[in-house]
């Protein structure tokens, strides 16, 4: 049963344009949203996070959106680098679990093309 | 390089023998948490310690698998008895307060092959 869900298992986007990466969830009691990246033979690299009770974070070229109606949160990314091609993982915490127990999707993986 | 440093970075085990992943967290950090991957799938949850404490084992499976985080040394990750579903990505992540959301930093990762 999963309980965060990253539908598309990849993406390819032009260089320059956005790219726009999706996550759902089941779990209402989820609080906090996180992004790792991901480069191969690499572990993941915080992102950007997002708590519940904002609904949009931002931090440079990255986006953060989370609509809690309809439990989906999505990651952009404007303007897209070769550099951004790597996979990313969605993950959420907050539903009763310890620090650091988080909840991941399976990842998307991202390719910008020169 | 002062990230948490994993090692070794591939192990290669015949089923049957015994695994050690080794964890050293970042400088100053005292919060270990070791997660897993399988092909095609996202990291997993394993086990969540501080120095001589294991906080939360819920993710780890009951049999086979154990951690240490003792008050000098690595994080060890130890699973007897290998068999080939222990096939996987074992990272290990390091955190300096243990508070609510704080961001983990994961390390390079172990891959874990069983023949």
């Known amino acids: 049963d999963q309980q965060v869900k990253q539908n598309s298992p990849s993406l390819s986007v032009q260089e320059g344009r956005i790219s726009i990466l999706n996550c759902d969830y089941t779990?209402?009691?989820?609080?906090?949203f996180l992004w790792y990246k991901k480069y191969p033979a690499e572990g993941p690299t915080f992102l950007i996070s997002?708590?519940?009770?904002?609904d949009k974070n931002e931090d440079g070229r990255f986006t953060v959106f989370l609509n809690k109606s309809a439990k989906h949160l999505s990651l952009h990314i404007v303007p897209s680098q070769p550099g951004d091609s790597a996979v990313y993982f969605c993950?959420?915490?907050?539903?009763?679990?310890?620090?650091?127990?988080?909840?991941f999707g399976k990842g998307t993986k991202l390719s910008v093309k020169p | 390089n002062a990230g948490v440093m994993q090692n070794p970075r591939h192990l290669v085990r015949r089923r049957g023998q015994e695994a050690r992943l080794r964890c050293s967290p970042m400088k100053g950090h005292s919060h270990v948490y070791w997660y897993r991957q399988l092909p095609e799938e996202g990291l997993k949850f394993m086990v969540y310690l501080q120095k001589e404490n294991i906080i939360d084992e819920s993710g780890m499976p009951k049999e086979r698998f154990s951690a240490e985080f003792p008050k000098e040394g690595p994080s060890i990750l130890r699973i007897q008895q290998v068999v080939r579903g222990d096939s996987a990505a074992y990272f290990c992540?390091?955190?300096?307060?243990?508070?609510?959301?704080?961001?983990?930093?994961f390390g390079s990762g172990t891959q874990l092959s069983v023949l």
């Open positions: 992540a390091s955190s300096p307060l243990g508070q609510a959301n704080e961001k983990l930093f």
């Open positions: 993950a959420a915490s907050g539903y009763g679990g310890s620090q650091g127990n988080l909840i």
């Open positions: 997002i708590s519940s009770i904002k």
């Open positions: 779990n209402s009691m989820f609080d906090y």
